[in-house]
């Protein structure tokens, strides 16, 4: 009996989607495994390859068997195949066929949207291991190196899931489409990424907390519209990686929440009041609010860029066939066809923002923005809980989403924080004091040591309150190879 | 008065509000507004499905409590209340969800002298997956006698396979078996605790089924029943039960494990989850072992065959013809020196598993021990215990 819920290891890839009885696929991944090993073993450090890391690595797809936590080191972590376990009878949820049975093959007159779809989604996972490359080498705390190390590991399963299905339903050309995943690089001149935001650095650890807080946000956001689509494989796919990328939320969310934790503690004992008192307060080693906002504004505004133009008649196309569902689709209560509804959008007349009425279909991207805008709010007032009890007076905001855009209709205009349109020279001359600068950066360069000592952190960033699967304050969550 | 009962809960301050619980529990017991997620303690059912899957820790929170908190109370909370002074004195650590089990367990683990933990580098156990009211369905796929055919004791090997369902295990963690039937009063039996003998990657790597190591004791019902079990034969189990008489991950722990009979059976699990792993370990293994004669000691044949260096092994032999009695307190006694330095060492971790009467002894020995090295072994006693490092597990 072929067993969907527990990981097989009777290949060399853990799967639950009996790879040892489809040789044509397994063949096809065992190919292409080498160069993904190269791939890693080219970015990562021998010293952390040989490290032993305690990290969470997945049993079995059901809840009790997808988290266990234990000490690996990250060349033999278990990437492998999992899919969410098959929900018997699922229908397609939204679109022209809402309601006939889900695709279990790749239906033929969407093959190339899908495709398009799923080398986007893949494109992004080993984009952010490589933009995170440097960071092992200045982490704050062994917590931090091994939650930097369980994210690496995440996205890079999370690309071995994109391309299993690349190999198993698009044949020569998802072959193709897969070697294509290992050949682009981060940054790289000849062969970028595809997503402007994955081919930015991330320099710090402050830019590291702040990607997986708003970047990885917008991951998840399309994880769960790709988790409603109508081709069942890539729905089950995508919701076991959303079970992951959960994990990388929490880095981000606490991370951010830990540095101002820590700044606002040592204003107070430095006892000053004034946040934007910057030299004195950075004279303590610790990050300033005002900064920590800078970069902020930049991760936010980079982040919305990646939710496309505001109205699209591709992404109208995606929801109508079927590939691709709304957040949380099957919770919301309409016709899930779209075919009269409306939906508010910002656009441009003259110098004013207003809302107008456009046809939903077409507002798809724009409504996911909405959704990502609510959800990414959830931790600005978290962090902002944690500066009013250390009685500081400063308040962290997202900026208005006009601000530093680059795609859609707000790419055209110079937009300020505030959501007012000013001429581009001004918007020019203050974008200092909106978005991090190269004095900034450095400053937090300088303060990028590493800590190895299990239980401490560095100066400018607090403990967390619970360890990692409840484990003791000084738990030695990676145990550094020594060579 | 209302009897008090466990609520579970999520911490506020740490949850992050991803919403993989809510979308997780089969139950539709957690739901979120803008503030925060929280469990409606009327619809949770203790399945613990939404435990793994959250990635911050905040959902791990237990309250015992004569009143559960209210959905709207909860959804109010900036932080999770205190636990309230009850006066039951329970405790919330949790071995196991049912009371009965957790008594047993309790019980159990006394000999420790306070609250166990795990160790520090021990994986998350699964606790509870099954119970009572819904049992994993067991086959049974060997049953062999370990003790000789011209012993008088009975010692079985007993391998049950799980199929398709999950049964997560650790070594040094407990089964049920229900046994069938009823007892005197026409009521079902409750399930008996056995310690799994094998690594949680299975008896054999990879195959879902586990061993137990069972002694047949006169009139018991369960015991009586799993020795006569055949091949084929389908059993209920419950669990699994336990979470601090764990093995550490950490291959630099150096393990000091002290058994008698079928108290062997975590430390079998122990050994081979090492060997597995760490194959090449060296000298960080100790294994003071109590039987009546050779004949009588489970599993005496593969012991031998594990290396001296991969770990030491020092067997008591209480009924040997024509020799002195020795018990496995004499054999600590007499290697006073290593047990003192284990006993110094901050990554020394010991175990004892076995009769209820080993234990006083034990503990003088160990006792005896601690105070020729200069040592207050009450106080160090309480420090390794607190720090998952002293476990005790008798019955």
């Given amino acids: ?483 | 008065m209302n009897q008090p009962l466990k609520q579970h809960l999520i911490d506020p301050e740490i949850c992050i509000r991803c919403y993989t619980c809510e979308m997780t529990c089969p139950v539709q017991a957690i739901e979120h507004d803008d503030n925060n997620v929280v469990v409606d303690a009327s619809k949770c059912n203790f399945c613990m499905d939404c435990i793994p899957v959250c990635p911050t820790g905040s959902i791990d929170e237990w309250r015992v409590v004569t009143d559960p908190y209210s959905v709207e109370e909860q959804f109010g909370w900036d932080e999770l209340p205190a636990q309230a002074d009850l006066p039951s004195g329970d405790d919330t650590g949790l071995e196991a969800l049912d009371d009965a089990m957790a008594a047993l367990l309790a019980e159990a683990h006394k000999g420790a002298g306070g609250k166990s933990r795990a160790p520090d580098s021990a994986a998350k156990p699964t606790i509870n997956l099954y119970n009572l009211g819904k049992p994993a369905e067991a086959v049974v796929q060997g049953n062999y006698r370990l003790t000789s055919a011209d012993s008088d004791g009975d010692v079985r090997h007993i391998i049950l396979d799980f199929g398709g369902q999950p049964f997560p295990v650790l070594e040094g963690q407990s089964i049920g078996i229900i046994p069938p039937g009823t007892d005197a009063d026409g009521k079902p039996h409750l399930p008996r605790l056995y310690s799994v003998s094998s690594p949680r990657d299975g008896e054999r790597p990879n195959f879902n089924n586990l061993s137990l190591t069972v002694k047949r004791e006169p009139m018991g019902v369960c015991s009586n029943y799993v020795c006569d079990l055949q091949k084929g034969d389908k059993v209920r189990v419950t669990g699994p039960f336990g979470s601090t008489f764990l093995l550490p991950s950490d291959p630099s722990a150096h393990l000091l494990m002290i058994c008698t009979g079928t108290g062997s059976a975590p430390f079998r699990g122990f050994t081979m989850r090492r060997q597995r792993e760490h194959a090449g370990l060296n000298g960080s293994m100790s294994l003071y072992f109590g039987a009546r004669t050779p004949q009588d000691l489970p599993y005496f044949g593969p012991l031998k065959k594990v290396p001296d260096s991969f770990m030491q092994k020092v067997f008591a032999f209480s009924r040997q013809p024509g020799q002195p009695k020795h018990y496995v307190q004499d054999q600590l006694r007499a290697h006073a020196e290593t047990i003192a330095a284990l006993l110094q060492n901050p990554n020394g971790h010991i175990y004892v598993c076995g009769l209820k009467a080993m234990e006083h002894g034990v503990e003088a020995a160990l006792s005896d021990i601690a105070r020729g090295a200069g040592l207050d072994w009450a106080a160090l006693r309480d420090q390794m215990r607190d720090g998952g490092r002293y476990h005790v597990e008798t019955y």
Wanted: net charge negative.
């Fill in chain 1, 1 to 483: 009996m072929l067993d969907l819920i527990n990981v097989s290891y009777d290949t060399q890839i853990p799967n639950n989607v009996g790879l040892s009885s489809d040789k044509r696929v397994l063949k096809a991944l065992e190919k292409w495994h080498p160069g993904y090993i190269n791939w890693w073993n080219d970015l990562i450090p021998d010293r952390f390859q040989q490290s032993l890391v305690y990290l969470r690595t997945a049993v079995s797809v059901d809840p009790k068997g997808w988290a266990k936590f234990d000490y690996v080191k990250m060349p033999e972590y278990r990437w492998g195949v999992l899919l969410a376990p098959q929900v018997e009878d699922r229908r397609i949820p939204c679109g022209e066929h809402a309601g006939q049975p889900a695709w279990q093959e790749v239906p033929g007159e969407y093959r190339n949207m899908l495709k398009r779809l799923i080398v986007i989604q893949g494109d992004t996972e080993p984009a952010s291991v490589e933009q995170q490359r440097f960071l092992g080498s200045t982490a704050p705390s062994l917590y931090d190196l091994r939650n930097l190390f369980q994210v690496n590991v995440e996205e890079g399963r999370h690309l071995w899931a994109m391309v299993y299905l690349l190999h198993k339903y698009f044949g020569a050309d998802g072959r193709e489409e897969a070697d294509d995943l290992l050949r682009r690089s981060s940054g790289s001149d000849e062969a970028p990424r595809m997503l402007g935001a994955f081919n930015e650095e991330t320099p710090d650890w402050l830019s590291f907390f702040m990607f997986t807080y708003f970047t990885d946000r917008d991951g998840k956001m399309q994880l769960e519209s790709l988790a409603q689509s109508g081709f069942d494989p890539l729905s089950r796919t995508c919701r076991f990686m959303l079970t992951e990328e959960a994990h990388h939320m929490f880095v981000g969310e606490t991370g951010v929440g830990r540095v101002v934790e820590r700044t606002c503690q040592a204003m107070k004992e430095a006892g000053i009041d004034d946040p934007y008192d910057i030299d004195r307060i950075r004279a303590l080693g610790v990050i300033d609010l005002p900064t920590i906002q800078k970069k902020l504004n930049l991760h936010y505004t980079l982040s919305l860029d990646l939710f496309g133009q505001e109205v699209s008649t591709n992404a109208a196309n995606a929801f109508n066939s079927g590939i691709k569902g709304r957040y949380m689709e099957n919770r919301i209560d309409d016709d899930h066809r779209l075919s009269d509804a409306t939906y508010q959008v910002r656009n441009i007349k003259g110098d004013q923002i207003v809302m107008e009425d456009v046809p939903a279909l077409t507002a798809i991207n724009m409504r996911l923005r909405d959704d990502y805008v609510r959800d990414a709010a959830g931790g600005v007032g978290r962090w902002n809980k944690i500066i009013e009890k250390a009685g500081v007076q400063f308040e962290l905001k997202l900026p208005h989403e006009g601000f530093h855009r680059q795609i859609g209709i707000f790419s055209t205009v110079s937009v300020d924080p505030e959501g007012k349109i000013i001429p581009k020279e001004e918007w020019q001359a203050k974008a200092k004091d909106w978005l991090p600068n190269k004095a900034d950066g450095d400053f937090i360069q300088s303060l990028m040591v590493p800590v190895t000592e299990p239980g401490k952190f560095a100066g400018w960033i607090a403990a967390p309150k619970v360890g990692i699967d409840n484990k003791p304050g000084d738990f030695e969550y990676v145990k550094l190879h020594m060579a």
